[in-house]
């Protein structure tokens, strides 16, 4: 059965009453995508809040995106459901040279692997996650975080074979 | 799991090589007897860094790349990577190249439940099953082949169209194959139905509830298994599936045999689709005029933007998270596949239940590893 469509706008109101002071930016991207900043201290309370009364009862995806020229790491969750095809995209920035956040497992079962993956390849500390540790890397790789991009000649523009 | 064993307990590394399974991972299991007490997955055997060199290559260079994240999937993982670009650039394909993608997936969709048909059966010890889909399936390949020049990794999307049209005698030759896996999948379905064997086998095993499956993630034929119609070709529909008259397969027991049986469903209605797209299909170019790159084009700067695309893959949702900076190469890609969260189900699945039913639930997952590694 699939639930009554939740439109864009009013989980946005919902979000913003809720949360005044945590969620920031957030926005209508398209038809069936809205974004939002949220505040890293409360990301746990957003998600449960999100996860029980506004029906976003399944993880699509997290990851981070390294913003190394804006000295930051984000770290970035799909958060959609399975009654209707709505996608929030929430992101909460975290400073480069400490990347710590609170894990959401506690609210999203499946996050567990995906914060092991962002932690082995972002470096991203997760806070009480019950497993933090290598997934897919070797574990002479850890620390190695290979996903940044600290790397030299960051911004190569152009692949060096094409022109 | 805690690795420590009491006296009457036993570990046991299942993998990386397996002969009952899909691909190398390792499953550590903790008996007690012959009861699964405790498991743990241990991935990262066929860690390609595919997220990686993405970033290293050009748009049009990351097609083949993706192709090679799940080799059974590789058309439904190029429909993801496409459509991230020609979101972000603005780019609508042209209905006849939208029509011919939808044949060429669901083709795809095909072959791999075939595969994980006739694999799971040898999984379980039907050995003898295991040929008679791979049989039918060359056929289905011998279609993916004309058409795309490749059996399993195609490269076949451009941004905006494909490569080519569908080639002369296509129509025909698909009529010939579905009558042929039609009578196969009916005289398949009654060997399987009548086998008293392989029901005991699989009826009642490795159950999923449906509040069970949605908190863990799982997604696609699982998922479906379990009584819960979500498939994103209906639930946010991409190219023309809005225009094709198709019904989201679903069981209701969630368990082994709930699983195979969606697949199944799934073949009918995907070979239902494809005569559809071909009845529907309008003549006109494969790419639209208005294309802001060349359809060659090796160096196209997208415009900064990020975007969330999400399709269904034979295995379920698979979405792709794509950031650009403007410049001709992807600032980062997130594969989410549709495995990832599956394999990470597994260890509270398989909990409680027999070493010999632990075969036949992963392979009824139809996990397909090297997606999972990426």
């Known amino acids: 059965m699939k639930v009554d469509t939740m439109e864009a706008e009013k989980i946005i109101d919902s979000l913003n009453a809720k949360f005044p002071d945590t969620i920031s930016d957030s926005q209508i991207e398209s038809e069936k995508r809205i974004s939002a900043y949220a505040e890293a201290g409360s990301i746990v309370e957003i998600c449960r809040y999100l996860k029980d009364e506004l029906q976003f009862d399944h993880l699509s995806s997290e990851t981070a995106v390294d913003l190394i020229l804006k000295d930051e790491i984000e770290v970035v969750y799909h958060l959609s459901s399975f009654g209707q095809p709505l996608v929030l995209k929430l992101k909460a920035r975290l400073p480069r040279n400490n990347p710590e956040i609170e894990s959401i497992t506690s609210v999203y079962w499946d996050a567990n692997w995906y914060e092991r993956e962002a932690y082995e390849l972002f470096g991203v500390q997760y806070r009480n996650h019950p497993n933090l540790r290598n997934l897919v890397l070797p574990d002479e790789l850890l620390g190695d975080w290979p996903l940044r991009k600290d790397y030299e000649d960051f911004p190569q523009k152009t692949a060096k074979n094409l022109v | ?374």
Not at chain 2, 72 to 93: D, H, Q, R, S
Not at chain 2, 143 to 168: N, Q, W
Not at chain 2, 233 to 244: A, F, I, N
Not at chain 2, 257 to 276: F, G, H, K, L, P
Request: aromatic share 8%; charged share 25%; hydrophobic share 40%.
């Open chain 2, 1 to 374: 799991m805690d690795t420590n064993i009491g006296p009457d307990e036993m570990l046991i590394h299942m993998g990386p090589h397996h002969i009952a399974q899909p691909g190398p991972f390792r499953l550590n299991v903790k008996l007690k007897g012959e009861t699964v007490q405790d498991s743990d997955v241990e991935m990262g055997f066929i860690h390609k860094g595919i997220e990686k060199i993405l970033e290293s290559k050009t748009y049009l260079q990351g097609i083949p790349v993706v192709d090679r994240a799940c080799y059974l999937a590789a058309l439904t993982n190029e429909e993801a990577f496409v459509g991230c670009v020609e979101k972000l650039a603005g780019i609508e394909p042209t209905e006849r190249s939208q029509y011919i993608r939808v044949i060429v997936e669901e083709l795809s969709r095909i072959q791999s439940h075939l595969l994980g048909y006739g694999e799971y059966t040898e999984f379980i010890g039907f050995m003898t099953m295991f040929f008679y889909p791979m049989t039918v399936r060359e056929k289905i390949l011998d279609l993916l082949e004309m058409t795309t020049g490749a059996r399993i990794t195609h490269s076949y999307l451009r941004f905006g169209g494909v490569r080519d049209d569908l080639p002369e005698g296509f129509e025909a030759k698909c009529k010939e194959a579905f009558a042929l896996l039609r009578r196969g999948l009916e005289e398949w379905g009654e060997l399987m139905k009548s086998d008293t064997i392989y029901r005991e086998r699989t009826v009642g095993v490795g159950v999923l509830t449906p509040d069970t499956a949605k908190e863990m993630g799982v997604t696609g034929p699982p998922l479906r298994a379990t009584g819960v119609d979500f498939d994103i070709r209906k639930d946010e529909p991409y190219l023309v599936y809005d225009d094709l008259d198709f019904k989201v397969c679903t069981e209701t027991a969630g368990d082994v045999y709930a699983r195979i049986w969606v697949r199944v469903a799934e073949i009918y209605e995907s070979m239902y689709i494809i005569e559809q797209a071909l009845d529907q299909m309008p003549s006109g170019p494969l790419f639209p005029e208005n294309l802001p790159y060349d359809r060659r084009a090796p160096v196209m700067r997208v415009p900064e933007g990020e975007v969330f695309h999400r399709v269904e893959d034979p295995r379920g949702e698979m979405g792709m998270y794509m950031v650009s900076d403007g410049s001709d190469k992807p600032y980062r890609v997130k594969i989410r596949g549709p495995v990832f969260p599956t394999m990470q189900a597994m260890p509270p699945l398989i909990k409680d239940s027999q070493l010999a039913d632990v075969v036949a639930i992963v392979g009824s997952l139809d996990p397909c590893v090297s997606e999972a590694d990426r």
